[in-house]
């Protein structure tokens, strides 16, 4: 856990680097413009992942429930059978 | 998911349904569909969003400013039209017959939301605000009318389902299928009516 | 659920005639997925043909420039751009994703999971349809005033944007439609994979018990459903800037060209991975056969496909290195790429690990997948320099570049391809192939692929910029050594071309004369193998299959058999 803090802080570190550029020519655009490209860059990013996380989540929990009416079913079924014989 | 363990299906003649599904055919195939669709309207907002932020001013000087108020009202209408979908989806599971009102409740107030919107898109062009007049008219055309574009098909397709139904066709699938991209067409606006209209 | 049940049938909408129908309606307007599978596939290969006839014509550009091209004539500076562009647009977009997904995946999917047709039968012919016009729309555009868009395919704004640039007035919005076209195609495609890979399987089959290729090919669906969005947006607001006016990626009126490349590497980089993993499953499953041995780490290969599904959201901005992007997602974006490396890794060693100890048959099909397991590794080891934005700086836009992704894409979309398809040939057609042409064909294409793209990882680590007509007009990157460099990619280019004739002539001779195939010629164990070969319309007959076991149980200890198919009860 510690180890993990550590990597962590200094991932982050990678966050802070001042003007280096890439591109020579590129004049830097403002700061409003370099958020919104990483706001929609995390946006687009997250999006899919998320969806798709929620629907994993949905779906499993339908399944469970599907699961605990098939057994409600059998149960039954097994109960009926059970008085007839 | 091992779905063996679960009741056993009837035998099947020769391609009977032959596994317990979590979703129907129609619902999941919507499913992946709407995502696609929801990822379309994701590219589209943050195009909007970059250009937004690039402009020195937004909305440009010299463009008309949208009707945020009226559109408010259409809003309320589209989102009226969903609930009463939702409940359409509720009474047919209980008896089908009585999913036909709210049905076509939420038929007619979808179809206000679109007219509506059309009738603002006529204003909006009047006073200047086209495709090429700025990029917040490119943005505003391309965004909403994508959504127009989708709540007619989506219509449509309540209709088609409208018309199953009192012809005692519609399945069950169908019905939740088209409910799923209309409830997606109806979730995105808002989304969409405070980037576009009102941040 | 249970009105679903109690339905009638998956494929409520799929009429079952098996009265006689006419040749245009049994080839041409067919719902039967094995018939869309062969659209997809034939349509897939006589694009290849016209994407490699393009890369010989502006590789004999470069070589001997200004040179009379034979077949071709003189290359001009416009035609050279149009090449490229065009090679590039067909190899990814009308050949890996029509064969790989969607040939493969329509005529695997239904057999390999033991129903008889798609779910969603008439959809998947309208896919095909579709992705036809987009063919023809494509091919259309290289005959309009201006000639073909010569964009690059990355079409990146502003020279894609406006015909004063470009100089294709109408060639760039035709490659536009045909793209977008094509997308739709395969978005109707991948929605049927995943629905009937998911709804509609044998009796018996877990989820586990999917064989690897399918699980691949829906995971490659799903990536390619939630990418594709974000570049339709982009496609219609470049279209829009086209021929309507409007300025989305234009500055002056205060668009911006980076957007582009924002919503276009979105998909474009999922893309790679929605091409790679189709391959990577067929891999799987000529290796296991071929090897005689149980898929090492069935459940780590699945989760890691998942995974990498995963990552590759996360990696897409390491397009834009140079492009003036912030430099702190350029950081993160280095992080996320040099991690997914370590799933694709992972899967490459799950495969070795099935093959140490297998007794292998080194047959065709296996040496096609023996090799795409090579060649892909050069790909993603030279990936890894390109991923880390400090290198990248140097090698971006170089050949070096150009040889890497080609390292990735010729594994993936001509030898996975060939492996699926020698493979699965005696299934498809009913005959065997021939074997020495065979592996003719394969030394003759594995030997001068390494031969073209070797000496272009040495030319752009010199300096070789991509996106030069005539190197003549560069006395630095026009030296000896370097033109014979350039010589000897494109001379290995003409004879691998050559060996393609064999393959042609392979299928031919197989097809008239091949001997008649079993339905298990390879003693495999998944279910597409019990059904005659050729499948007949409907695939199983009256009696569907049912599963009791895992795809990959060759030399089961239990067994005297060294496999056990997925059918039978013990």
């Known amino acids: 856990m510690t180890r993990l803090l550590l990597a962590l802080v ?27 490209f990483i706001v929609t860059t995390g946006l687009m990013t997250a999006m899919p992942l998320l969806i798709f996380a929620g629907v994993a989540w949905w779906l499993r929990r339908r399944f469970v429930e599907m699961q605990h009416e098939a057994e409600r079913h059998q149960s039954e079924a097994a109960a009926r059978h059970s008085q007839t014989s | 998911m091992r779905q063996r363990t679960l009741r056993p299906a009837p035998a099947p003649a020769s391609v009977a349904q032959r596994r317990q599904q979590l979703l129907p055919n129609g619902v999941l195939g919507m499913l992946i569909f709407v995502i696609t669709e929801a990822m379309l309207f994701a590219g589209m907002i943050s195009g909007f969003l970059i250009v937004k932020a690039n402009a020195p001013e937004w909305p440009p000087l010299g463009q008309p400013r949208l009707p945020a108020g009226e559109t408010a009202f259409n809003t309320a209408a589209l989102l009226a039209s969903g609930a009463s979908l939702f409940f359409a989806n509720r009474a047919y599971k209980v008896w089908p017959n009585r999913a036909r009102l709210p049905l076509l409740a939420a038929l007619a ?40 574009l989708h709540a007619v098909a989506a219509l449509v397709a309540l209709g088609w389902s409208a018309w199953l139904l009192s012809q005692r066709r519609l399945r069950p699938g169908t019905l939740q299928a088209v409910s799923l991209f209309w409830y997606f067409v109806v979730g995105v606006w808002p989304i969409l009516y405070f980037q576009v209209y009102l941040a | 659920m249970a009105e679903t049940i109690a339905t009638p049938g998956a494929h409520d909408d799929h009429g079952h005639e098996h009265h006689d129908e006419g040749w245009v309606k049994k080839y041409l307007f067919s719902t039967d997925h094995k018939i869309i599978a062969m659209q997809y596939m034939f349509t897939g290969m006589a694009m290849a043909v016209i994407g490699g006839f393009f890369a010989y ?72 349809q579709i992705f036809f016009v987009s063919a023809v729309v494509l091919i259309w555009s290289f005959f309009v005033e201006g000639g073909g868009f010569g964009g ?3 079409a990146y704004p502003p020279l894609s944007a406006k015909a004063e640039y470009s100089l294709t007035p109408s060639g760039a919005s035709l490659w536009l439609i045909a793209v977008a076209l094509e997308f739709v195609a395969f978005l109707m495609g991948g929605i049927n994979f995943v629905t009937t890979a998911m709804n509609s399987r044998a009796k018996g089959m877990g989820i586990y018990d999917i064989p690897m290729v399918v699980w691949m090919i829906v995971i490659a669906s799903i990536l390619f459903m939630a990418s594709v969005g974000p570049l339709i947006a982009g496609a219609v607001m470049l279209f829009f800037d086209q021929q309507l006016g409007t300025a989305f990626f234009d500055p002056a009126q205060g668009g911006d060209p980076i957007l582009w490349q924002h919503l276009f590497w979105f998909f474009g980089h999922p893309e790679v991975y929605v091409v790679l993993l189709p391959a990577m499953g067929i891999v799987a499953d ?43 997602m350029a950081h993160v974006f280095t992080i996320t790429t040099l991690l997914i490396s370590i799933p694709i890794a992972e899967m490459c060693f799950c495969y070795i690990a099935t093959l140490y100890g297998g007794s292998l048959t080194l047959n065709t099909p296996m040496l096609w997948a023996l090799s795409f397991i090579a060649t892909f590794l050069i790909g993603g080891v030279t990936g890894i320099f390109l991923g880390a934005s400090g290198a990248d700086i140097y090698f971006h836009d170089t050949y070096f570049v150009l040889a890497h992704f080609h390292y990735t894409f010729f594994p993936i979309a001509i030898i996975g391809t060939f492996a699926g398809f020698t493979f699965w040939f005696p299934k498809m057609f009913g005959r065997m192939m021939n074997e020495t042409l ?65 393959f042609f002539y392979n299928c031919y001779v197989s097809l008239r004369r091949g001997k008649k195939a079993p339905a298990n010629p390879w003693n495999a164990n998944t279910l597409e193998w019990l059904a005659p070969s050729p499948p007949p319309h409907g695939n199983f007959g009256d009696k569907l299959p049912e599963v009791y076991r895992g795809p990959y149980e060759y030399n089961h200890p239990d067994r005297s058999e060294d496999f056990w198919p997925q059918h039978v009860p013990n």
Request: glycine content about 10%; hydrophobic content about 55%; aromatic content about 14%.
């Open chain 3, 286 to 328: 000529v290796i296991c056969v071929m090897g005689r041995k149980k898929l090492f780490a069935y459940r780590t290969v699945l989760f890691t496909a998942i995974g990498t599904g995963v990552l590759s959201f996360t990696v897409w901005a390491h397009h834009q290195f140079i492009a003036g992007i912030d430099p702190r």
């Open chain 3, 438 to 502: 065979g592996k003719i064909h394969f030394w003759g294409t594995i030997i001068p692929f390494n031969l073209i793209f070797l000496p272009l990882f040495v030319l752009g680590a010199a300096g070789q910029h991509r996106r030069i007509y005539n190197y003549d007009n560069f006395p630095e990157l026009a030296l000896p050594w370097m033109q014979d460099l350039r010589i000897l990619a494109t001379l290995s280019l003409i004879v691998m071309l050559g060996f393609q004739l064999v």
């Open chain 3, 152 to 154: 690059a395919w990355t």
């Open chain 2, 109 to 148: 107030l979808g179809a206000v939301f679109v007219v509506f919107q059309g009738i603002e898109w006529v204003a909006l062009i009047r006073e200047g605000l086209t495709l090429t007049s700025s990029t917040h008219g490119a943005f505003f055309y391309l965004i909403v009318g994508t959504h127009a």
């Open chain 1, 10 to 36: 200094t991932l982050s570190a990678l966050l802070v680097p001042g003007g280096a550029e890439a591109c020579a020519v590129c004049g830097p655009g403002t700061e409003e413009s370099r958020i919104a």
């Open chain 3, 57 to 128: 014509a502006f590789r004999m550009q470069l070589a001997f420039p200004g040179m009379e091209v034979p077949l071709w004539g003189v290359v001009t500076s416009a035609e050279y751009n149009s090449l490229v562009t065009n090679h590039g647009t067909i190899m990814i977009f009308w050949v890996a994703m029509p064969v790989l997904i969607a040939a493969f995946g329509n005529y695997l999917i239904p057999l390999m999971c033991g129903v008889d047709d798609m779910v969603f039968p008439r959809l998947n012919r309208l896919s095909y």
